[in-house]
């Protein structure tokens, strides 16, 4: 913390461009100090994340600095949350506020779950084959939908989020003809 105090003495105070080499020499500082800030573990912020910030600036006492943390990545996300991170070099806190999201891959492509359960919801109520459905043996009067034949492959947010979407569009289309999920089985199983 010294060696940070130290420096930051001999800085201006405004943005730290990260070309410069003060950024560099400032985003090593604050790594090695870091768990000396109370409040530094919040959001399980470790110290060698700290050199994710893309933006430094010094407002004395307080050091603000920018970081990406990728634990939605993680869980099958596709945006980086930006944390604001506020260091206070005189009484040794820290606290991050959630400021955005940045993309970091590509969105999935839009689909639209309510076409989808138009595009089904005629085969359910004929009882016709088609290779999304599956009839219980003997009846035609309870279909499983095979989720993965009609919702397409995606990030795993994104994919629960559809079949989720699908199963309420395919009960509102259906629900008109007399046609009721089934709470008790998993999966998007409708009952005549």
């Not at 420096?7 to 410069?20: A, C, E, H, I, W």
């Not at 910030?53 to 993680?74: M, N, Q, S």
């Not at 506020?97 to 989808?116: E, K, S, T």
Request: glycine share 8%; hydrophobic share 40%; aromatic share 6%.
């Amino acid at each position: 913390m010294q060696r940070l105090r130290a420096y930051l003495s001999k800085l201006s105070p405004g943005q730290v461009t990260d070309d410069s080499e003060a950024f560099g020499e400032l985003v090593g500082l604050i790594e090695v100090a870091w768990a000396q800030f109370e409040g530094a573990r919040q959001t399980s912020m470790a110290p060698h994340k700290a050199g994710r910030t893309d933006e430094i600036v010094w407002e004395p006492p307080l050091l603000y600095i920018k970081v990406e943390r990728h634990g939605g990545i993680a869980l099958g996300g596709t945006r980086a949350e930006i944390q604001q991170w506020v260091l206070n070099v005189e009484n040794c806190t820290a606290s991050a506020d959630l400021i955005g999201h940045r993309q970091l891959m590509p969105m999935a492509p839009r689909w639209d779950a309510v076409r989808a359960a138009q595009e089904l919801r005629d085969p359910i109520l004929s009882g016709a084959d088609h290779p999304a459905l599956r009839w219980t043996k003997g009846t035609r009067s309870e279909v499983t939908v095979i989720l993965k034949n009609v919702v397409p492959d995606s990030y795993k947010q994104t994919a629960a989020g559809r079949r989720k979407r699908l199963r309420t569009a395919l009960e509102a289309e259906l629900s008109a003809h007399g046609w009721k999920p089934v709470p008790d089985k998993p999966g998007a199983v409708f009952r005549l």
